[in-house]
């Protein structure tokens, strides 16, 4: 089974940028759709991004277009989320979760998809 580690979270300030990374311990994540989801104090996890294995295929919640972007680097059995333009409203903990698929398109956008998970990073955005 496949071990995820996020990193890169930390405060910053309103219309910062962050990078957060996860990374997994297996080659064989190059198989595996990944997603980042988010969850804040008092609220249900919710959704960012989600990338496919192979060619790319990403898929954004729509408060997060444009300002966020999901990536990954299959050499190094990473995935990004690079984040632009952060708002207060985006402080969380930010998680990501992946999914072994036979399809390299497939990406899947709720947490019920997904059998793996990191342990989360702490993004804090101050205004």
């Known amino acids: 089974q496949v071990q995820l580690v996020e990193s890169g979270g930390g405060l910053v300030q309103t219309g910062g940028s962050l990078r957060l990374s996860c990374a997994a311990s297996e080659r064989t994540f190059s198989s595996y759709a990944v997603g980042w989801f988010r969850q804040a104090p008092g609220k249900e996890r919710e959704f960012v991004a989600a990338i496919s294995w192979s060619l790319g295929i990403r898929f954004y919640e729509d408060s997060v277009k444009g300002r966020f972007t999901i990536s990954r680097d299959n050499a190094k059995n990473t995935v990004y989320l690079e984040m632009n333009s952060l708002r207060p409203e985006d402080t969380a903990v930010y998680y990501c979760?992946?999914?072994?698929?036979?399809?390299?398109?497939?990406?899947?956008?709720?947490?019920?998809?997904?059998?793996?998970w990191g342990q989360g990073t702490q993004v804090t955005v101050s205004s």
């Open positions: 979760a992946a999914r072994r698929t036979a399809t390299p398109t497939s990406y899947f956008t709720h947490a019920t998809d997904y059998t793996v």
